[in-house]
């Protein structure tokens, strides 16, 4: 079948387009872009033709060759292909092809172009060698790229020292929680002495206890990779930072793919977690989903808006994972990854129209400036909010009923008021920087954006719109609940009320108190109002919590204590002694024996037949 | 007296510490230089009489390429001392110690 290729040319296009820019062609930024779009767009056409031909459960679903033999350590390079990597590989090319090509106009004025494509190709080829992977060893290996490529774009104006600063804690950050992830693989490794998920997911249908008293351990440990990559509590602090970047970083990486990909692993690897593991992650997730939202509620930095509210989001996938239900997980992620990408997109399109302004104080009345961003940004604003039927009501809506389904009431609150409050600030938002009055010059003059730019925020709305009901979770289904009965489309439309009511009308209750909410505080507000009314919790909220000033306070502390304690080992007792014998000896020696360097030629012959007389006494003399 | 091998290698022993130590003790370069032919001859001394009391040609053959080598030396070396007083305007060896640090 010769379309088993296909795999492994989405997978090595970006590579190769990014081998390219940066060898060849980092001096033409037209072009550069142009082939990093290429290989994307090519990486999407070859999905969609691979799926056409193949359906969702191709006959292949492994192709693998072996890559590494150490002792029993065996290790392929493979690629799997099920329901779960297709949709992801359609959603990396076809919303990460989207991003490339509003980048073009984003990032025309940018005189780092080339390298920029070089970058986002790099990450490209990294997302989809996680998505692909066929064991835990391959996944890693670009678990970590993605950490590298990612660093590199949050930084990528590395002259503003918070760029530079921003990317290296999320590198750090996200290193905190690989190293789990590691200990994890190891401790697989170990016990079953297999790295395949296939082969793992095998030995461990026969025989379920076969991890014993570690399980709990492993599962957790895994589930600590997931922590760091998609910004869960108390890993969450660096996501809010990496927005740094430029926004279509944002919108590709930090909402739309790389933090999804902890969601996707724990899907991935979900038959080794067991209850208690279970457990811990879904109140992980519920606590982080809240915490963000109660965060983004007094932020004013646009993108910082967005960043939390993605947290926020994340937290809910990884809640739903918790909840035993990895299709509601993975069918959020995938909602979100269009209405996310697309309100990045769209708040890049605002940045862009008012030069790098980013405080929604010192925006307004940009509906009638910019239609298609207004008008895009409101679908992704009822799409984030729940607001049926667009998709987010839907993928939200399956959350809820999972937590409904598994009696886990605590979960369906936190849920359902996540829900309002992400209604309030997502409205806060849209009605303080869209409409009111222009607050600012910068406002007065925007302009709508280039067609590059504005028709992929259609494209993206379009599935923001429609993604609750095209069968997405179908797919998904077909892969985690293959014995669940299809549906069709209006069976679809009004599956929230029919699968489980309770859940979709106190869910949509929390949307309409939060819209309302946000209607009576922010509609024709001048300035914030909350402050005023929450007081402390207000200053909290706007402060993050405090966590980084907690964390400044102790882990950092500590770390630099440390630090210094090992400086001042290395720096007085090891120098000390390294300085003290070694040099101080050698020097020694050497002031002594210069004693005998006379330049008297009879004095060199006289030790010269001295050493030959010592000589001949060892020699000859015993 | 009967003269053997044992009497010709004690004269070739003192021969050439009378050199050793006209190398080491004198400070004339040339006088050192003649030390150095002493014990040159010293051990031509020690190579004949092994070559006599074996019956065997092979250190009269090796007398013969030292005492040319010799000869070669000597026109060099001397060639040397008689540049270097050119150059120096002496011959004595602690005058010449520009080798020391």
Redesign the interface.
Known sequence: MKDQIFPWLILFLPLVACAIITLFTLRHKTLSSLISIGAVVAGFVLTVLFIGANGFHPALSEISRSWLEIGSLKVDLGVKLDPLSLMMLLIVTGVGGAIHIYSFGYMHEDKGMARFFAFLSLFTFSMLGIVLANNFLQMFIFWELVGVSSYLLIGFWFEKPSAGDAAKKAFITNRLGDFGFLLGILMVWGLLGSLNFGELQGMLNVNPSLLGGCATAAGLLIFCGAVGKSAQFPLHVWLADAMEGPTPVSALIHAATMVAAGVYMLCRIFFLLNVDALHVISYVGGFTALLAALIAVQQNDIKRILAYSTLSQLGYMVMAVGLAGETPAMFHLTTHAFFKALLFLGAGSVIHALHEEQDIWKMGALKKKMPITFWTFLVGTLALSGVPPFSGFYSKDSILGQALEQKNYLLFAVGAGVAGLTTFYMFRLFFVAFLGNARSEKAKHAHESPAVMTWPLLVLSVFAVAGGVIGINAIYDSQFAPDLAPVTLSQRLVEPFAHSPAGAVIGLAMVLVGLFGAFALYRDAAEDPLPARLGGLATAMKNRFYFDEIYEATFIRAHDFIAAVCGFIDRWLLEGFVLGTIRGGTSLTGRSL?LF??????TY??LL?LGVAVLLYFVLGK | MHVGLEQYLTVSFLLFALG?LG???RRNLLV?YMSLELMLNATNLALVSFSRFNDKLDGQVVVFFIITVAAAEVAVGLALIVALYRKRQTVH??D??????
Not at chain 2, 96 to 101: A, C, E, P
Request: no cysteine; glycine share 4%; net charge positive.
């Open positions: 210069r360097q006379t330049g008297n030629l009879q012959a006289f037949v | 050793l190398v080491i003790m050192i060896v602690e010449l110690t520009s080798m020391k640090l």
